[in-house]
């Protein structure tokens, strides 16, 4: 009985041993969930002139970008909300504001621009378009971009004039603002402006992507993840795409 018993436990770990072997030794099994293939369509438009390589730095600043990065990629609106709150409570009266724009303070022109903006009314609206535009002129990075939104979409008492939005928007990319740079590459990608000379917009747009994504921007990390899955524009590279999403799901959680 004894000896049965032995043998028994002497089968279980040797089964043991075997299972844990073939564990140790099995190649896992890779699921590509995240990869969809192009479209037709898709692969028709995708008119890249030249092969993007993995060793551009763009692509690996991107594979490392943090929850920190990202926030700081957009600090300006960050900073401007903050800003604006204080309105609103009372620990930044209006008057002041006002008086700190005419005499030429551009952050006061921008939060006096989007008070007037957020009171509504005609008036309001064309006043709050003429000192975005100031603030604009006098160099500062947001309101460029606003400026250059409110020229595509008609706000701000502005007529809709795409041309005109494209050039605030490229003075506010070329001032580091990576939200405008990925405005002006979906701009590209959707054929709405006209790309530089010599230049495809597919071509245009995947550069503009990939400056705003090197910024750690989280909306061009997703589109430039989006492109590796699929290998489209860029060769296909799950791993890299695989960290961005990491950061960038961190970063929206």
Known sequence: MFRAFWILVA???????????????????????????????????????????????RLMRAARCTVYDMTIAEGLENQWIADYNALGDGSLPVTEIESRAGN?????????????????????????????????????????QEVGFARIQGTLGFDVDIDEGARWLSVAAQGGDPIATHNLADLYAAGTIDPPDGVAAGDAALEA?????????????????????????????????????????????
């Open 104 to 144: 030429g303070d551009v952050t006061a022109m921008e939060l006096l621009a989007f008070h007037l903006a957020n009171r509504g009314g005609e008036d309001a609206m064309d006043a709050a378009g003429r000192w975005m535009v100031q603030a604009a002129e006098e160099g500062s990075v947001i309101a460029s």
């Open 209 to 253: 992507y990939l400056d705003a994504a090197a910024d750690c921007y989280a909306d061009s990390l997703e589109e430039i993840s989006d492109r590796l899955k699929r290998g489209h524009s860029l060769p296909r590279n799950l791993e890299i795409a695989g960290w961005i999403d990491r950061n960038v799901w961190i970063y929206r959680n």
């Open 11 to 57: 089968t279980f770990v040797i089964a043991g041993a075997v299972i844990g072997w073939v564990e140790m030794t099995r190649v896992p099994e890779i699921v590509d969930a995240g990869y969809i293939p192009p479209t037709e369509e898709e692969k028709e438009a995708d008119t890249s002139t030249g092969p993007i390589f993995l060793e551009d730095e």
